[in-house]
């Protein structure tokens, strides 16, 4: 039996926790034992009340660290083989774990990505911009870095633990989102992506501001591309 820990970042994500934990304690898997952990910036809602109710393990950033920090930190606090990232807002699909799990199991990669462009795949949740922004910054990954998969920012993926810990990140923010596929690509490490459809955030407000993260994405790609080491 192998055990997932999914890792769920929170900041007011009440209404949408609430759905999103009901939905993850219905799943039923054969072969995998699943743990979850909500890493919270500080939330000022009932988001760690809905959290205990459900029994998940609880990290309160007591800092703000960041997007990335958060996914770091619930990682390094699991002792699965696996761990797989999941939205506080609902938009990535809980259903498709099992999905990432049997590619990354069949296909003995270390990473697999869910993406929601190509083939079988797509997003309830894009804007007009996002989706423009998301194609650009693939675009330059592809370019920059050699990277494969066909959604560079779209933080829904499987790995395995041991192996994510070995990579030293420089971001805690949301340029963590680039720079991990970036790094993957990189150090070379085994990866593939398998085809998902994003649905819209279940409730609460988006914490994503288009212009100003964009921009943060672009200058990490920049320095990430200028850093040889």
Known sequence: MNKVTIIIPTKNEEESLKVLLSEINKLEFKN???ETIIVDANSTDGTLKIAKQYQCKIIVEKEKKGYGSAIIEG???SNSKYAVILDGDGSKNPNYIYDLFMA?????DDFVFASRYGKDSGSKDDTLLTHFGNRI???LGKLMFKIKINDILH????CKIEIFKKIKFKYN???FCSELPILVAKLKIPHSEVPTHERKRIAGKVKVNSFIDGFIILKSMINLFFNKN
């Open 32 to 34: 995998i034992i699943c």
């Open 75 to 77: 990682i390094n606090n």
């Open 104 to 108: 990354i199991e069949k296909r003995n």
């Open 137 to 139: 910054f693939t675009n």
């Open 155 to 158: 933080t829904f993926f499987i």
């Open 173 to 175: 923010d949301f340029s």
